[in-house]
C-alpha cells in the first residue's frame, strides 16, 4: 500500500486508482505488419487485448443482475449488452413473447441507441477523415475542424447524438449504466410528457438523418476512385433478419452469406448458434476467431455491422431508409457494397432507419401500456442477439437452480470483426506501405481502415490523428525492422531501427 | 420538559432516550449505519459519533442528559465520518452501478447525504462468496457492513437465530449462518421474517426482484436520507 496521498492537500479529494481487472486501462491499437522474403506485406495482426475475462465477471451473479452488470463490461455501447443479457435471460426464463409495451420499449431503447451511436461515430470520429481528406491537416481534421468549416454538420451531430440519448434516458432510466430492461420485460414505460417531449424533435432528426445519408453519398461521388479501392477485399457476412427477411436490428434469424454472396444458413434459430459458428485461437491474440462452422477455421471469417446489414436483407422496414438502400446498392453499379469505406454510407442509412422507427414508436400507445412483465417455464440456458451498431452480439447464460449465472459465453460485434479488420489493415498496409519504413501516413490509413468498422475498442474512440497506436514491421527471419508509438498528440514518438534493410 | 441542545437547537426529551432517539424523533438527522429505530443500539459503527461538551461519544448510545451541548453536523466530525464511510466502501465490495440495492441502500444514501466524491483509499476486493441456496433469499455478502441489525432482528423478534457475527479482524470478520452446512437453505429462515427485510445495505436480497423498480423511484432518489427523517418526525 503507498500512503503519499496522505501528503497532498485536501487528499480526501483525490481518489488512489487501482490497476486491476475491475477498471480497464485505455489500450493503445497494436498492429504488426509482417513481411515475406521480399519485403511485400504478407499478414497484418491487430492485437486486441480489451476482450479479455468479460465471462469471469458474471460467473457467480445472480441472473437478474446481469443486463445491469453487463453494461460495465462495454463503456461504448452498454444498451446493446443490456438488451443482449435480457434477451438471453427472457429466453432462460421462458419468455418468448413479451408484453407489447416490453417489446416497443426495448425497441425504442435499442433504436435510440443505434442513433446516438451512429451519430457520435459519423460525425464525431469519421466525418472529420472524409470531409478534409485522407490527406489533410491533421489538426483540422478533428470535430473541432468541422464545426468551424461546417457548423450547420456539426450542430445536427451534436443534437442527433443528444436525441438518442434522451431515448435511451426514458426508456432505460438512466443515460448511462440503465436500468429499464429486465428479464422478461421492462420497468417502466413512457410517460406521456416524456413521448411529447420527443415527438416534438422526432421529425427534425427523421430530416437531419436523411441529409447525413445525403452527405456520405455527395463523398462518395466527389472520391469514388478512392473510396471505393480504400481497404477493399471480398468478405462473407452475417446478421439477423425478420421472417421475410428484412432488416430488423433488435431480433430476428441469422443470415449468412459467403464471399461470392451465396446464402450460407438463413433465418437460422440463434438459440443454437453453435451448430453455424464456432470461435477460433491464435497464439498471438487475445480476442478469438469466429468462423462458420461449414467453411472451416482459414476461410470461414466473416463481418458483421451496418455495411452487412444493408446488403444482406431483402428490404427496411421504414420507407425513407429503404429507398436510400436501394439507391446505395444501384450506385455506380453496386462498386460501394464491397468497399470498407461502404461501412459509413450503410451506417447512416441505418441511422435513418432508426431515426423513422423511433418515429412510429412514438405514434404507437402501447409504449405507455402498463403490463410490462411477462413470465414463462423455466430454462436451463439462454441465448439472445441483437444487431448492435457495430454487428451482432451474443449472450449466452447457463443458470443453475440457485439462480446463479455458471457458464456464460459472449461474442461481440467487434470479435466477429476480427478477421475482417485484420483483412483491411493487411489490404491498406499493402497500398500504402512504402518500403519498409512507418510513416505517419501510413499510421493514418491504418487508423482510417479500422474505424470504418467502428470496433469497440477504446483506442477507436479518439479524434483522427490521435488514435493511440503501436505498429511494427517484421521481416520473414522475424526481427523487428521498423517500429513506432504514437501517443494522443498524435505524434510519431520513436521509429526505433532494429536492423537496416540491405 | 428536558432539553439538551444539538448544534444549537433545542432538542426536547424524555428521560431515558439516547441523543439519538431524542433527534430522530425531533427530525434532526444524525448520520448513523448500525442503529434501526425498532431495536437497542448496537453502537459499533461509530458513524453517530458527535461531540458532548467537548468529548466524542456515540449519539446511538449515550444517554441524553438535561443541558447537554452537543455538536453534530460539524465540518470536523462530517469529515471524519465521511472518512470511515470511506473505509466503509474499501472494505467490501460496493459497486453501485450494478447493485441493485442502488437508491435503496442506506450506505449509499449516506455517503451522498456527506458529499464523499470517491473510496480514496486502496479497495480490499475481499473474496465474499454469496450464498444462493435458500429459494426465496440472496445473501450477497460482498456489501455486508456488519452492523448487526441481521442478528439481531432474528434474534429478537423472529426467535430463530439464523444470524451471527464471528470471526476476526477486517477481513476475518463476518456474519455466519447458524446451520450445519453454514448455508441459509438449512435453516428456517423465511422471507417474511423481520430480518429479511432489515439490511440497510444489499446482501439480503429478495431473489428475482432485482431492478423491478426502476432507479430514480427509489427511496432515497426521492429525498436525502436527512430529509426524510425530518419529513417523518411526529
Ligand atoms: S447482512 Fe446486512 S444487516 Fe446483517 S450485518 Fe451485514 S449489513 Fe448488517
Ligand atoms: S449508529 Fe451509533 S455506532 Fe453505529
Known sequence: MTFELETASAPETLRRVAIDPVSRVEGHGKVTILLDDSNRVHQVRLHIVEFRGFEKFIQGRPYWEVPVMVQRLCGICPVSHHLAASKALDMMLGVRQLTPTAEKIRRLMHYGQILQSHALHFFHLASPDLLFGFGSDLAQRNIVGVAAAHPEIARKGVLLRKFGQEVIRMTAGKRVHGTGSVPGGVNKSLAPEERAALLKDIYQMVAWSRDAVGMVRQLFEQNLAEYNAFGRFRAAGMCLVRSDGAMDLYHGGLRARDVEGKTLFDHFDYGRYWDVIAEDVKPWSYMKFPFFKSLGPEGGSYRVGPLTRVTQCDSIPTPLADHEREEFMAYDGGSVTGATLGYHWARMIEMLHAAENIKDLLHDDDISGHDLMATGTRQERGVGVIEAPRGTLIHHYRVDENDLVIRANLIVSTTHNNQAMNTAVREVAKQYLDGVEITEGLLNHIEIAIRAFDPCLSCATHALGQMPLEVAIVGADGTVIDAATRDHRGLVREIQKIRAIT | ?234
Not at chain 2, 136 to 163: P, Q, W, Y
Not at chain 2, 180 to 201: M, N, Q, W, Y
Request: proline letters at 6%; glycine letters at 8%; a neutral charge.
Open chain 2, 1 to 234: 420538559m428536558n432539553i439538551f441542545q444539538l448544534d444549537g437547537e433545542d432538542i426536547p426529551f424524555r428521560a431515558g432516550q439516547t441523543v439519538m432517539q431524542a433527534a430522530t424523533r425531533h427530525g434532526v438527522y444524525i448520520p448513523h449505519l448500525c442503529w434501526h429505530p425498532d431495536f437497542a443500539a448496537h453502537g459499533s459503527c461509530k458513524l453517530c459519533t458527535v461531540k458532548v461538551n467537548g468529548r466524542f461519544g456515540s449519539a446511538c448510545t449515550l444517554e441524553a442528559q438535561p443541558g447537554m451541548n452537543v455538536e453534530n453536523r460539524t465540518t470536523e466530525l462530517d469529515d471524519k465520518r465521511r472518512t470511515m464511510l470511506q473505509m466503509f466502501f474499501v472494505e467490501g465490495n460496493h459497486f453501485c452501478p450494478s447493485c441493485e440495492k442502488s437508491g435503496n441502500c442506506a450506505l449509499q444514501a449516506t455517503a451522498y447525504e456527506l458529499k464523499m466524491m470517491s473510496p480514496h483509499f486502496d479497495m480490499f476486493y475481499p473474496d465474499r462468496p454469496v450464498d444462493a441456496s435458500h429459494p426465496d433469499v440472496l445473501l450477497d455478502f460482498n456489501r455486508c457492513i456488519m452492523c448487526s441489525l441481521c442478528v439481531t432482528a432474528s434474534r429478537e423478534v423472529d426467535g430463530k437465530h439464523v444470524f451471527a457475527m464471528g470471526g476476526r479482524g477486517i477481513l476475518g470478520r463476518r456474519i455466519h449462518i447458524n446451520s450445519e452446512s453454514g448455508k441459509l437453505a438449512d435453516t428456517d429462515f423465511a422471507l417474511t421474517d423481520r430480518a429479511a427485510s432489515i439490511c440497510p445495505v444489499g446482501v439480503i436480497l429478495e431473489k428475482r426482484r432485482g431492478f423491478a423498480v426502476p432507479i430514480g423511484e427509489r427511496k432515497y432518489d426521492k429525498s436525502p436520507i436527512s430529509a426524510q427523517v425530518k419529513e417523518k418526525a411526529p
